[in-house]
């Protein structure tokens, strides 16, 4: 019977599902080109189906990494406006390829008093809203259209894989690995959550505080993080992340960016030691951002920073998140919701945490 192909009506359709690629007997990652991709197009579908976007809609968002530049490309492909709101902090170069794309972006200058550069975007998004006649703001961290837009990469697993027992991923917003357990354990429920933050993000309990390593934990509460759905939780350092994005390089040829080498290191972890249970490793987005950081050897050495990827590499194992601290940690969270869990770091009602807040 003849195969009939996938019909791509456009670069981020074609582009936005991961391709499934072996990285060991029982290990597979989804590799994607540009995560967010996904929820970006699947987003403003469903607001489109809702009567949300008109001819004059224009699209507004604040961002500082990934998703600006996945809303910039479904813009460009649909000819409507964009206007995103970022921070000093925005990579040159995505700033250009946004700007190529026709989205106009808007850079804070100054943080908030309280609440920092996010609180600064979040009020210049507001003003910019008051004064247009029609806007839709995809808000990636609250709408649960971002979530749900994943259950098509957990059908794509179970599709090709069958039983997934493992599926390990970064976590930012929530989005990808909220979405992806729940679409697993409809099929699944044993299979296992485990999510990758770094140190001083809020999103798992440790304090909040300057963090090197990009688009991995938050400095904010994200309405899509559900924390009940998660087994274990690791964090580790931008160093360790650096080493094993190199050898995730050097030993699979995947050029991809930080958050896909805190999750690889994460996973073959896993793997080599549940040599009889299948485990999936979300990796987000390729390396090209970073080929004058990451990839620098330079300026890794600028930064003090020694690559070590060791394949035998175990993380240290603490009974409070407060105690995450200095190096690759794993703590069993126990499918608990956050305040549940003893030694967190009470969450505020207030809003968005203070602190210079690290976006995808």
């Known amino acids: 019977m003849p195969v009939t192909p996938p019909t791509y009506h456009s670069i981020t359709e074609a582009q936005m599902m991961p391709r499934l690629v072996r990285l060991g007997p029982n290990l597979y990652g989804a590799v994607f080109t540009l995560m967010k991709l996904l929820p970006a197009h699947f987003i403003l579908q469903r607001a489109r189906e809702r009567g949300e976007l008109h001819h004059n809609t224009v699209l507004v968002e604040t961002t500082s990494g990934t998703f600006g530049l996945a809303l910039a490309m479904q813009a460009a492909l649909t000819e409507r406006e964009l206007i995103l709101v970022s921070d000093p902090a925005i990579d040159a170069n995505l700033h250009r390829r946004l700007s190529d794309l026709g989205a106009r972006v808007e850079i804070c200058q100054e943080p908030a008093p309280v609440g920092g550069y996010q609180e600064a975007r979040l009020r210049r998004l507001a003003e910019i809203r008051a004064q247009l006649p029609s806007t839709f703001c995809p808000e ?27 599926l390990v ?184 945490v203070p602190g210079r807040e690290v976006l995808r």
């Open 169 to 352: 991923g970064p976590v930012g917003s929530g989005g990808s690995m909220s979405g992806t357990t729940r679409g697993l354990r409809a099929y699944t429920p044993d299979t296992l959550a485990i999510g990758v933050d770094s140190h001083s993000s809020v999103l798992f309990g440790p304090s909040d505080g300057p963090r090197e390593l990009r688009g991995l934990g938050n400095s904010l509460w994200p309405g899509n993080l559900d924390h009940a759905l998660f087994d274990e939780i690791h964090w580790c350092t931008a160093e360790e992340a650096y080493a094993y994005t190199r050898a995730l390089h050097a030993r699979h040829a995947l050029f991809q960016g930080p958050t896909s080498g805190a999750a690889y290191l994460v996973a073959q972890w896993w793997a080599r030691n549940h040599p009889d249970r299948l485990c999936v490793v979300m990796m987000p987005d390729e390396g090209y951002r970073y080929q004058a950081t990451v990839y620098d050897d330079a300026w890794l050495a600028e930064r003090g920073h020694v690559l070590d990827a060791r394949q035998d590499a175990e993380p240290v194992t603490v009974t409070s998140p407060k105690e995450a601290s200095g190096r690759w940690t794993r703590f069993a969270w126990g499918r608990r919701a956050y305040e549940d869990v003893p030694g967190v770091v009470p969450r505020s009602p207030a809003g968005p």
């Open 140 to 166: 990636q961290y609250t709408n649960p259209d971002n979530p749900r837009s994943y259950e098509r990469v957990s059908e794509q697993l179970i599709r090709t894989l069958g039983q997934v027992d493992c």
